[in-house]
């Protein structure tokens, strides 16, 4: 399913299965999550994508063939491909453990095509084995739970988080928390009951509104809505010394508001990406918590409803795309 144009709706080609370069894997894909990254590169709010593009990046399958130079993974072997797709190895930021800042890297999905596709080709060093048997239910972990295990580490100690947006990365990220014993306070679109049920069936401490205050002042708050306005908000409802975190690659700008909301030593930071040592600690805890997602799946030829659906929250957790 192919992006040819910024706003077009995607469109149905066939290619020929693509051929391994060096060092380079093709896995044939069972199952590609759909995520809010793929509804910003279609609607070009993140800049110069690879044009055509196959977007997608939660990407679970098969090894079905390997360039030369690759010793693992070996054909047959489930793994998984997630946004970061390659970074250079050589900047000031892969020198220094922060390879989810490289300066010069490649992002499937969005600089390299993706996995809302048969087959897919990845960097073999940039893939991870996966050893669920469910590559449904394991596709929303490669960037939803990614993304929130990245954000909940930039949470520290935080006894009690904010989730504000309860999707996809949310609802991964309370089931993380509840088996870490951390309380989550859910705060969803006003009147979203079923995102509120959702959120208290998986642990969550306190569902309600992001109009609403928490019941008591917390210790962090993760934004995963694409939504400037949820930051004031979020940082009046941290404590002193509180964080804010940031979680997603695109929002809306954020508001103007008053110092003494920041004040009282309060931050606000963002978290960008991945790194692969995110991504072995993360699918080790995903399994250690016994995380289960909820997915709605699609066939992958209904990748824009799937999509649309996802910008209207039509659904509850995430959205996967099985060819
Ligand atoms: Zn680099
Ligand atoms: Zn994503």
Same mark, same amino acid.
């Given at each position: 399913?192919?992006?040819?144009?910024?706003?077009?709706?995607?469109?149905?080609?066939?290619?020929?299965?693509?051929?391994?370069?060096?060092?380079?894997?093709?896995?044939?894909?069972?199952?590609?999550?759909?995520?809010?990254?793929?509804?910003?590169?279609?609607?070009?709010?993140?800049?110069?994508?690879?044009?055509?593009?196959?977007?997608?990046?939660?990407?679970?399958?098969?090894?079905?063939?390997?360039?030369?130079?690759?010793?693992?993974?070996?054909?047959?072997?489930?793994?998984?491909?997630?946004?970061?797709?390659?970074?250079?190895?050589?900047?000031?930021?892969?020198?220094?453990?922060?390879?989810?800042?490289?300066?010069?890297?490649?992002?499937?999905?969005?600089?390299?095509?993706?996995?809302?596709?048969?087959?897919?080709?990845?960097?073999?060093?940039?893939?991870?084995?996966?050893?669920?048997?469910?590559?449904?239910?394991?596709?929303?972990?490669?960037?939803?739970?990614?993304?929130?295990?990245?954000? #909940?580490?930039? =949470?520290? /100690? *935080?006894?009690?988080?904010?989730?504000? $947006?309860?999707?996809?990365? !949310?609802?991964? &990220?309370?089931?993380?928390?509840?088996?870490?014993?951390?309380?989550?306070?859910?705060?969803?679109?006003?009147?979203?009951?079923?995102?509120?049920?959702?959120?208290?069936?998986?642990?969550?401490?306190?569902?309600?509104?992001?109009?609403?205050?928490?019941?008591?002042?917390?210790?962090?708050?993760?934004?995963?809505?694409?939504?400037?306005?949820?930051?004031?908000?979020?940082?009046?409802?941290?404590?002193?010394?509180?964080?804010?975190?940031?979680?997603?690659?695109?929002?809306?700008?954020?508001?103007?508001?008053?110092?003494?909301?920041?004040?009282?030593?309060?931050?606000?930071?963002?978290?960008?990406?991945?790194?692969?040592?995110?991504?072995?600690?993360?699918?080790?805890?995903?399994?250690?918590?016994?995380?289960?997602?909820?997915?709605?799946?699609?066939? #992958?030829?209904? =990748?824009? /409803? *799937?999509?649309?659906?996802?910008?209207? $929250?039509?659904?509850?957790? !995430?959205?996967? &795309?099985?060819?």
């Amino acid at each position: 399913m192919v992006l040819n144009a910024i706003g077009a709706p995607l469109v149905l080609v066939e290619r020929p299965n693509p051929s391994p370069g060096p060092g380079e894997i093709r896995v044939r894909v069972e199952a590609c999550g759909v995520c809010r990254t793929d509804l910003h590169v279609v609607d070009g709010e993140l800049p110069n994508p690879k044009l055509p593009i196959v977007p997608g990046h939660e990407v679970v399958g098969i090894v079905d063939a390997v360039g030369p130079g690759v010793d693992t993974p070996v054909p047959g072997t489930r793994v998984g491909i997630p946004w970061l797709g390659r970074t250079c190895g050589h900047c000031p930021y892969c020198s220094s453990g922060r390879e989810n800042l490289c300066d010069d890297p490649i992002f499937t999905g969005y600089t390299r095509d993706g996995g809302f596709a048969t087959h897919v080709l990845a960097d073999a060093a940039y893939a991870f084995p996966i050893s669920s048997d469910d590559p449904v239910s394991s596709a929303p972990l490669m960037c939803a739970g990614l993304i929130g295990w990245r954000s #909940l580490s930039f =949470a520290g /100690e *935080a006894r009690s988080i904010g989730l504000y $947006g309860f999707g996809a990365a !949310a609802h991964i &990220l309370a089931q993380v928390c509840r088996w870490q014993v951390r309380e989550t306070y859910a705060f969803t679109r006003a009147g979203d009951d079923a995102a509120q049920k959702l959120a208290l069936s998986l642990g969550a401490h306190w569902a309600g509104s992001s109009d609403e205050m928490p019941p008591q002042p917390l210790d962090a708050a993760i934004i995963f809505a694409p939504v400037g306005a949820l930051v004031p908000k979020a940082l009046i409802a941290v404590r002193k010394g509180g964080r804010v975190i940031c979680g997603g690659i695109h929002m809306s700008d954020i508001p103007q508001f008053p110092y003494n909301i920041l004040w009282n030593e309060r931050q606000l930071v963002s978290v960008a990406n991945l790194t692969r040592r995110d991504a072995s600690e993360f699918l080790g805890v995903a399994s250690m918590a016994g995380v289960k997602t909820v997915t709605t799946v699609y066939p #992958l030829e209904r =990748a824009n /409803e *799937a999509l649309a659906d996802l910008r209207a $929250g039509r659904f509850q957790g !995430a959205a996967v &795309l099985v060819p």
